[in-house]
């Protein structure tokens, strides 16, 4: 067999006149008047190697069996290419080889789809056959891009002094936070694993075991309903510090986000990231995650409304709900079905209806203007700094429903407007989140990020009257209106944490029984600590430019959890079930075998 | 909060005269004549802090209050210490810090075992209080050293253009190999995911994917009953490659071995690594993973004693078995009972007895002496080169029985007579494995190594007639006596696969069934390829110096796969079995609850 001596796409012109040996597929082949040419590709890149009576002997025969996607060991001799064949699209275009000898490695079946970008194909067609999708230049590109980020993240925190420590995959099952994929233990019968969702309890032992800095690349498991960018299981780099400040830890994530991003994509992000708390993101963008790369700012009227004519919008406020608007520059010429045409998506977000103003030649227009007084017009006008062409919309409704609508809007907005430079890298950080929050179906607090977090020293006598208010000492990074990574200060004493299960509604036993090991942990000398965790998959995609989780991943699952590839999940043996002591509990439809 | 500006173990003489915050736990206290000490510990090491009323202040009463364990935050002045007071057992033995300011950061109750090396604990004591027992200095000396021996793996295989890359832990159950750790979906009734036992099949898939040299720190499941060197979870350096032979890849691999234990252990190893075929192994040291940091091999005299009046012997070789022999030197002067205390432990490997020779004076002793004739004992005498003051040992039975009894007498004789250097690591490659050895129980062929391995050419026209001649190119790196890697060419043309599958026994559809996508990617333009696998808890327990799989472990599992820190597995409940549609077919027997 011959191997490989160069990669294709390693060759330059200074080889020229060298001996090589490549090994690749057959990217496309073409016959020219008996010379054959045929693009072999590697992980590299492309080369051209031609097969002509000249100088190829019977390697133009053999050659000529080669059809696309066959696996070649060709060699030959590096030459400049004739002037008129140059190619300057490709990075090897000033070179090809001359071929003296052939082995073909092996064969292939026609592909179901074409090797090559920006193909046009059903993805349940490309995950079935991912071996051949990943041959594809941008798929090679994402691989690489991942690899190297996985790089940047893991030198970087090394020369922090960071430990790379590894934390089970077989854990134990805990009631809060999303559904756990359960395992059945063989060996006790009735018992079961859980994989986790977080490596979170782990890591907050190894704070308490003197580790002091942790990270890890950890795989992470929920088993949710699926939405377009989630994985039944995804990936996190998963870090926690002892004896930081949140400000610490902050500054050196920064430092570590500006050196990922000028590594992998050549930009300078300034620092330090703009800081917003929770309030005031929700207040301005409608979200927690706000897209920081254009305005078109939420603005709070529920002020200068409450007495006015528009009956909804005082009954709203009085209610202790919300009146808001944005203007949105530039839409005062919109016709009115292109108005009543972002109805439908602002209900989406649960908005009954959807008023608006059109500003005019000086004037305001729309349905709701003849209730306002020139006085609240005048004012309207003022607050939202509304100009000749501003379109303004309005919802009125709970802060939640209000923030939902007008964040949303605000985004399709922006984009349908082109107000967001896609080239930025806009990052920011989001902290004192609420620690609990009120769920109404539970009838009880439940926490916002995780029972773990620390609530702001200031805010701990809420415990006892106002739970809700209490803030927590937590942060999202934020970039570009997705959420990157999530992190909080964690409790580290034994007194503050029974408050905050309490708070939740959990028992003395229910706490000591799902985490008392964790409570017992904190008797020992436990130090202040916190940490974070980055969405790798989502970090990938934005680095990516992609839009899709799924193309971030080698082998992602669809949105049933299954991946088409190897047909998982599937049946088992009955004597693996009976192994572990399971049955099946469905209920075998007529025609099932 | 008081956060520290320097690592205990960090301070040196240079620093005196600097004003330090420290933070860390209480080693231990000390109170003289109204001046209290206290070791400081970090991860980084040990300070001696110190209180006195000239000094300290206030901080001297609170000081007071520290035990063991409690978490402080300090502030005070490097000096020298006195010369009575010089620590030459401590790295920061000259210096030590003048307390001015003092906050307990957190109190401790007095742990269940101290918080030094050497304990002498009940194991199941130092899991359950896991987040404890990793605060000692050799358990964090492990935890760094694995820490920088991922990072050597990674840095070394980034060199090489090696890309890591991710594959699911939510897989298919595959039928052969070890038993699988089974996950339910909850999506699609009555199906389950697997744990991965290697991801074989994901990186084969990803040669065939383009993508050339793959890499990655994998997690592996095996669902076994444990012995005292597995666990449920592992993890694997896992790598593969397309275009490179076995000796390109195994030369590669040694390089990176030798960087390891250079830069971990300080230890020049010497390239290239001895090479022995499985069969030599067997012959020489009854094992396929021999310890070479010691001779004492065995002696194959199965033709000499085929015709002598040793009955038992003439007819072992008469049956097709085997009689071979070692010469433990030196141990001509055991007693009688020294070497019948032989017996039971060569029992436990098989043997149905053991037959020695002593050489004393020149002359042969022992019991089995007089059925030889002179000549006999001459020839024996000259082939395992005997003397006086050896002792020879002597196993006849199939040539199985024989490698187990005298490769593990070996393994002990050379431990005992201390023969071992201990400082020292000798690796090997041991090469040309069988392909695929007779089950009797199952009555068929089973790969040794995996289905996928490649045959050696030149042995391929056996699989008509002699499936268990055909050699593999399968190679294990054995490192004293322990396999830590293990790899092989893999099969990469479909009718090769399809004789492999044919030859264990798999009907056409049951392998289409299995590995159905890997026989249809075999069709696309399969690259040659190969890889290795490096056991990495294994190879970090040889390097830290141990002899448990545990203590290279954060978070083990004991031998009945129980994590007694977070009490995994546990029940859970009835919602979530309701969820995943199964039900457990335990019996509950009276008195549980």
């Known amino acids: 067999m011959m191997l490989k001596t160069h990669q294709c796409g390693s060759l330059t012109k200074a080889n020229v006149g060298d001996t090589v040996i490549l090994n690749g597929w057959v990217q496309r082949r073409r016959d020219l008047g008996g010379v054959l040419f045929i693009d072999l590709r590697d992980r590299s890149g492309i080369m051209q190697v031609v097969f002509n009576p000249d100088f190829s002997g019977e390697a133009l025969q053999t050659g000529d069996k080669a059809r696309n996607e066959f ?120 018992k079961f694993f859980a994989l986790p969702q977080s490596p979170q309890l782990f890591k907050q032992m190894l704070m308490v075991g003197g580790v002091e800095r942790y990270y890890q690349i950890a795989r992470c498991f929920r088993d949710e309903d699926l939405r377009a960018d989630r994985q039944p299981e995804f990936t996190q780099v998963d870090i926690e510090t002892s004896f930081l400040s949140e400000e610490q830890l902050q500054d050196m994530m920064e430092e570590l986000m500006v050196r990922l991003f000028k590594q992998l994509k050549d930009v300078e992000i300034a620092r330090p990231f703009q800081r917003l708390t929770y309030a005031e993101a929700m207040d301005k963008y409608g979200s927690d995650k706000p897209d920081l790369r254009f305005g078109l700012e939420l603005v709070d009227l529920s002020d200068l409304v409450v007495n006015s004519g528009v009956k909804v919008f005082a009954s709203v406020v009085a209610k202790g709900g919300q009146v808001k608007a944005l203007n949105a520059k530039g839409c005062g010429t919109w016709s009115r079905k292109e108005i009543d045409d972002l109805a439908p998506y602002a209900a989406r977000y649960g908005a009954k209806g959807l008023a608006w103003i059109q500003v005019k030649n000086g004037e305001m227009k729309g349905p709701i203007v003849k209730f306002f007084s020139e006085e609240e017009l005048a004012a309207l006008k003022e607050r939202l700094q509304a100009e000749d062409g501003d379109l303004l919309l309005f919802s009125a409704d709970s802060k939640k429903v209000v923030a939902d609508v007008l964040g949303n809007l605000r985004l399709k907005i922006g984009k349908d407007l082109g107000l967001i430079d896609e080239s930025q890298f806009k990052f920011s950080w989001v902290v004192d989140f609420p620690l609990v929050e009120y769920a109404e179906e539970e009838k009880r607090f439940v926490a916002l990020h995780h029972p773990f ?62 985490f008392g090991f964790l409570l017992d942990a904190f008797e020992y000398g436990t130090p202040p600590h916190g940490g974070i965790a980055f969405g790798f998959d989502r970090l990938i995609m934005l680095l990516a430019g992609s839009s899709n989780l799924r193309e971030t991943i080698a082998f992602p699952k669809t949105a049933s959890s299954a991946d088409l590839l190897s047909d998982a999940p599937s049946e088992v043996g009955q004597h693996q079930l009976d192994d572990l002591s399971i049955r099946l509990a469905i209920k075998q439809e007529a025609g099932n075998n």
């Open 71 to 190: 696996v070649l060991a060709v060699k030959g001799k590096v030459v400049e290419r004739d002037e008129e064949t140059l190619n300057p699209n490709l990075p090897t275009g000033e070179i090809e080889v001359q071929v003296s000898e052939i082995e073909i490695l092996n064969e292939a079946k026609n592909p179901p789809f074409f090797i090559e970008d920006g193909i046009d194909v059903d993805e349940v067609l490309r995950l079935k056959y991912r071996y051949l999708d990943l041959r594809r230049p941008e798929m090679q590109k994402t691989l690489k891009l991942r690899s190297k980020a996985a790089k940047i993240f893991r030198d970087f925190l090394d020369e922090k002094d960071f430990l790379e420590i590894e934390t089970p995959i077989l854990t134990k099952s805990t009631p809060e936070g999303a559904r756990d994929y359960l395992v059945p233990s063989r060996v006790q019968d009735g």
């Open 453 to 514: 977090t620390r609530p702001k020293e200031e805010d701990i006598h809420l415990f006892d009257t106002e739970p809700g208010e209490i803030r927590a000492q937590a942060y999202d990074l934020v970039l570009n209106g997705y959420e990157v990574g999530g992190g909080s200060m964690r409790i580290y004493q034994k007194e503050i944490q029974e408050k905050m299960f309490s708070a939740l509604g959990f028992s003395k036993e229910e706490s000591q029984e799902q």
